[in-house]
C-alpha cells in the first residue's frame, strides 16, 4: 500500500513538473498597453480602410480608459479619458446591462451648446442640471448628463448596440469613474464628455475591447474559460 502511495505521487509530481502554466493557457501574454491598442486599431483598419489620420476611440475594459487614436506616424495616441464600463461586466446580450464588445461606430450625436451637468431623457435636454458627486457614491437614479454619443455595432455580434442604447455620456457619479459601475453604456466625467464630444464626429469607429487576463506565480495569460477549465482539472489531479 505505501509502494502505491509513494508510486502515486511520483506519477502526479512528473505530472506537476510537465504541467506549465503556458502549456495549459496557452502564450503568455507581454503586450504593452500601447500593443493592445494598436492590434484594435489596426482591426479597425483592415476592415475599413481607414483615411490617414482619422480619429478612432479605443475604449479598453482593462484600464477602464478611452483612448482618442489616429494613424499619424503609424500610430499614435492623442488623448486618453477616465470612464466606467458595465458593473456587470462585458457581453451583447440585450438585456444584460453589460458593455457590448467590438468595433462600432458614433451614429448621432445630441447635447449640443448644453449646460454641463443637464439631464437628458430619451435624449432629450429636460433642461434641469444633475448634482454632481465627485465621492463614491452610486446613485438609484441613473442620469445621462451633458452629452451624449450613440453608438452603432458594425459587427454581427454587437448589431444589436444601437437598439440596447448603448451610448457614451456624461454622469453625475463621477466619483465612480475608473471603476465598472454603468448599466452597460460608457460614463464619462462631464468636462471630458462635452470635449470628447467637440473632438469627434458621427461616423467615427469605436473599438471596445476587453482582455481578461489570469494571474499565476506573478504573470498573466491570455485564457479563455475551456482553458481555465482544463487548468482547475489538471491541479485537482495532482493534489487529490
Known sequence: MVQNLISKYLAYGSIALALS??????????????????????????????DEGEDVLIIDGETQKIYLVDETDGFRINSTYDISTGKPGFGNKSGSNKTPLGIHKIKEKYGEDALKGSIFKARRNTGKLARIYTEEYDSPRDFVTSRIMWLDGCENDNKNSHSRFIYIHGTPEEGLIGNPASHGCIRMKNEDVIELYEIVDPGTYVSIINSEEWSYAGAKWQADPSDKLHFLEALWLIFV
Open 21 to 50: 502554466p503556458s502549456s495549459i493557457l496557452g502564450e503568455i501574454k507581454t503586450d504593452s498597453l500601447e500593443d493592445r491598442l494598436s492590434q484594435a486599431f489596426n482591426e479597425v483598419n483592415t476592415q475599413f480602410e481607414l
